[in-house]
């Protein structure tokens, strides 16, 4: 059963272009959430998704970041006019529907961007 | 609010000795908590979770965590480290209010086993 996957693993971008990070969650996982590590820091809380619908996006800045969640396909975090701050690694997580087991999130191995 | 605290930013053990990475925590209602490790360039990796039930959860790798509801933590242990353990372990708690499933995670800790 494969694991959470993401793409790339590594994206540079210049600032002003757009950045599209890609996550399939695992087999059987219907939950999909972004969160984002900044250098030297833990991990904070972006957005959580299920398909097609965006059920907590609390922690999404307020401009120029958007997720989705298609009924078919990756889930897709996208980052419009990147600036130089945006440069993190980016964590995709999913987990199972409802039920207790629905708590546990397993990680993606995550996007490094670079803005330059 | 909820948070999570981790008051340690490095351990330091010698291999074969007993590890401790501290977790306290502050949420309303009842705390569902979690233990991550990540290696270098990696995701995280899941490593043990308190829902409910026994108060001492056993993990992955022969990890173990006390949940002690008075002091509000959550402690990472294990009776044996081994190199192999060095790693950032973050603590994490569930948010709590609405349909949210976020989790909420402290800082890190590095934990240097030394041989």
């Known amino acids: 059963n494969a694991g959470v996957m993401q793409n790339p693993r590594h994206l540079v971008r210049r600032r002003g272009q757009e950045a599209r990070l890609r996550c399939s969650p695992m087999k059987g996982h219907s939950h999909v959430y972004w969160y984002r590590q900044l250098p030297e820091e833990g991990l904070k809380f972006m957005v959580y998704l299920q398909k097609e619908n965006i059920i907590d996006e609390s922690g999404m800045p307020k401009e120029r970041f958007s997720a989705e969640f298609p009924k078919e396909g990756p889930s897709i975090l996208r980052i419009q006019q990147v600036v130089r701050g945006d440069s993190a690694a980016y964590f995709c997580?999913?987990?199972?529907?409802?039920?207790?087991?629905?708590?546990?999130?397993?990680f993606g191995p995550g996007t490094r961007l670079t803005v330059t | 609010a909820q948070s999570v605290a981790q008051p340690e930013d490095q351990v330091n053990v010698a291999e074969g000795n007993p590890l401790t990475v501290k977790c306290t925590y502050s949420?309303?209602?009842?705390?569902?908590l979690f233990w991550y490790v990540q290696y270098p360039n990696r995701g995280l990796q899941f490593l043990l979770k308190?829902?409910?039930?026994?108060?001492l959860v056993k993990g992955s790798y022969g990890f173990e965590a006390e949940f002690n509801k008075s002091q509000t933590s959550f402690h990472l242990k294990k009776p044996s480290a081994l190199v192999s353990d060095s790693a950032l372990y973050f603590c994490?708690?569930?948010?709590?209010?609405?349909?949210?499933?976020?989790?909420?995670f402290g800082t890190g800790t590095l934990l240097a086993v030394q041989p």
């Open positions: 997580a999913s987990s199972p529907g409802p039920g207790l087991s629905s708590y546990e999130q397993y």
């Open positions: 949420v309303s209602g009842n705390p569902y």
């Open positions: 994490a708690v569930r948010g709590v209010g609405g349909a949210t499933n976020k989790l909420i």
């Open positions: 308190y829902i409910t039930g026994d108060n």
